[in-house]
């Protein structure tokens, strides 16, 4: 179809809102890896069996526990708030003012298919937070419904097995990926809908 002024304009600020999620993608890695924040972070996930390598290739990371380590960060780096508040990075409080979504939390970036950044999972380190679990909101890229993890890492195992391993969670695609089985993706701790079995029957039939 023909690229229209607003298309056009759409898809310039699709792209700039995934370049500020590989930003974070890039930011919460240095977390992980480089700071003594991270530390317990790097710890669990490694507890949990997962090499370095594999660290590397999911791209996990860790969100600080400050309330504006993000916010600061992307602002320094000429990001509009409005930006942050658009990829779901950062929330306006009642009273006015923003605060970073993701603190003290293992993040899991989450890619469409064709490896398009699209949000975050983001796990728990201290038992006493709440959720276990929070994803991104629901945002012009991330539509939980429409997504799996690991499914830009699974797509060529998948269409060459002729088969897909759907199983619960982050951990669990990484750890079975790690294993050798690279056919395994996660809806990400939802019921499975129409719009993932649609999107999986692109690459086989052959669901477990």
Known sequence: EPLTPERKAAEDQYDRLRDLLEGAVKLFQYHLLETPAGKPALDFITRRGVKPE???????????????????????????????????????????????????????????AMGHMTG?????????????????????????????YGLDQARKAIRSLDQVVIVEGYLD???????????????????????????LKRFTRRIV
């Open 54 to 112: 594999t660290i590397k290739t999911f791209e996990l990371g860790y969100a600080p526990p400050g309330y504006e380590t993000v916010l600061e960060h992307f602002r320094a780096h000429g990001y509009a708030t409005e930006d942050m508040v658009d990829v779901g990075l950062v929330n306006e409080r009642d009273g006015g003012g923003f605060y970073d979504k993701f603190r003290n939390r293992v993040m899991f970036p989450i890619r469409d």
């Open 173 to 199: 695609v990484i750890a079975l990926h790690q294993g050798g089985f690279a056919n395994a993706v996660s809806p990400m701790g939802t019921a499975l809908t129409e719009d993932q079995l649609r999107l």
């Open 120 to 148: 975050f999972g983001a796990r728990i380190l201290d038992p006493n937070d709440v959720p276990k679990f929070l994803n991104s909101p629901q945002t012009a890229l991330f539509d939980k419904g429409r997504l799996l």
